[in-house]
């Protein structure tokens, strides 16, 4: 059993909003930290319509959802995550911006056996882990995958990768808490993507070469997919709900750590993208979500 009682979650966005909701109903305190103060406010307002549905839909009591939301505090002041005992990462898919929040972690956490947790994609952990070790040498044994999917509060699995120097303890630390938040953690080594993303990605590109090319409408192609393969929905709104920003930056990183330019984002992709069209959370990707 987790033992964890405090944890900051960096990235007031979906997936660190899902992570903090999660962490919260199962028992443990919970500080959002987010640079920009809408998101905060965005994150807020969610948690707060979330759980609430949850009560009306009978699937929580309304003590519980009162004392999980209780239990999150929301931050812009980065010294607020000083003394977690968990800190799990969900910030933008952008290696730079992520080795500059652990070089930071390093020296910030105050208990010497927190765990830096990073919810990536597709970037290595133990490229993640070096940043947090030159800013503190013996850090990268803290540093760990642990992969949450959308939607937090529905998907099952936590993905966990274990870098190069990642201490065994921490792995077994991390599926432990995976399944105290009602996950399944199945674990995958450090190559780009790791298992969910270096399969699933290039078949969302895929959708977007064949909507580029006229093969069919979108609603065609994702109604092949869903009803053809048995698909819960079709890899052009999967890819709207990821954030097609996410996808791009992902595919990325698959053609650059894989070292095979066919993981490129398509070009109609990278278009959605430069209009500001990024899916669900824009209210307008491949579709329109604003009715
Ligand atoms: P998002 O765009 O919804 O949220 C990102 C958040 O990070 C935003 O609130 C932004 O304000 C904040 N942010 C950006 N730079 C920051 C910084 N320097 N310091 C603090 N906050 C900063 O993105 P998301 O979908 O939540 O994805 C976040 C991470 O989770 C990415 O690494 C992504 O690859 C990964 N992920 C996404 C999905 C998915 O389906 N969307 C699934 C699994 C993992």
């Known amino acids: 059993m987790s033992d964890v009682k405090k944890m900051g979650v960096i990235g007031a966005g979906q997936m660190g909003g899902g992570i903090a909701q999660i962490a919260a109903v199962a028992g443990i305190d919970v500080v959002v930290f987010d640079a920009h103060a809408p998101a905060l406010e965005k994150c807020t307002k969610t948690h ?21 939301l209780a239990r999150i505090t929301y931050s812009p002041k980065w010294d607020d995550l000083a003394n977690v005992d968990w800190a799990i990462e969900a910030v933008v898919e952008d290696a730079t911006v992520k080795a500059e ?23 290595s952990i133990t490229q993640i882990a070096a940043a947090a070790d030159v800013a503190k040498p013996g850090t990268s044994s803290r540093v760990i995958g642990m992969h949450f999917f959308f939607p937090v509060p529905v998907m099952k699995l936590v993905e966990i990768i ?11 630390r991390t599926a432990a808490l995976a399944e105290r938040m009602g996950k399944t953690p ?25 909507l580029m090319e006229g093969v069919a409408e979108p609603e065609a192609i994702d109604g092949i997919m869903k009803l053809g393969c048995n698909f819960p929905m079709g890899p052009l709104r999967l890819a709207d709900f990821i954030g097609l920003d996410t996808c791009a930056h992902i595919m ?16 109609l992709l990278r278009q959605l993208v430069a209009a500001g069209r990024l899916g669900n959370k824009t209210g307008h990707g491949v579709f329109d979500y604003t009715t």
């Open 48 to 68: 707060q319509k979330l759980l609430a549905r949850a009560v009306e839909k009978g699937r929580m009591e309304q003590s519980d959802c009162d004392a999980a």
């Open 162 to 172: 274990k870098g190069l120097q990642t201490d065994d303890a921490v792995v077994a």
């Open 101 to 123: 929040i652990f070089s930071k972690l390093a020296t910030t956490l105050t208990n010497p056996n927190a765990v830096l947790a990073t919810n990536t994609s597709s970037i």
């Open 186 to 210: 199945l674990t995958a080594n450090d190559r780009a993507g790791f298992v969910s993303n270096r399969v699933l990605m290039p078949m969302l590109n895929e959708a977007f070469y064949a």
């Open 252 to 267: 990325d990183v698959l053609a650059e750590g894989l070292n095979a330019d066919r993981y490129r984002p398509c070009p």
